[in-house]
């Protein structure tokens, strides 16, 4: 790992790639059981972490995929529905609030994602509210 990205030239390269040896460590937690889940697990927050700290436009493509799979990866791996949410809503409005410096092609690309993104946020709010609803009846 180290070896390839001493070779890496930009920095969004760099979060590229760790972004997706963070998804290879999150695909492994979908099957892994037992200790392995926990190092997929570890490995996995430490790369996207890695690749976070990289500073990036926050509208870029790199930027917010890296947004989109780092929430669902709290979400649906760790059970963190609140850090999720919290994490994509910043990503979000950050990139909202630059989307109109972008180029027509960047623009395009942003906006896809963006688009995943608010809908997960949408779908997360809503079961969110749901537990809470089935919660009070209990």
Request: a negative charge; charged letters at 30%; aromatic letters at 8%.
């Amino acid at each position: 790992m180290t070896h390839v990205l001493s070779k890496t030239t930009s920095d969004e390269s760099k979060s590229v790639f760790s972004k997706m040896v963070a998804d290879y460590h999150r695909y492994t937690c979908e099957i892994a059981v037992g200790d392995r889940l926990e190092t997929a697990k570890n490995e996995a927050k430490k790369y996207y972490e890695e690749a976070n700290n990289i500073e990036m436009n926050p509208c870029s493509a790199a930027k917010l995929g890296l947004a989109l799979n780092y929430s669902v990866f709290y979400y649906e791996v760790l059970k963190d529905r609140q850090q999720a949410c919290k994490y994509a809503d910043t990503a979000l409005n950050s990139a909202l609030s630059k989307i109109d410096e972008l180029g027509e092609n960047e623009f395009r690309d942003a906006k896809s994602i963006i688009e995943m993104i608010k809908e997960n946020l949408n779908l997360w709010q809503m079961e969110e509210a749901g537990n809470q609803i089935a919660q009070e009846d209990a």
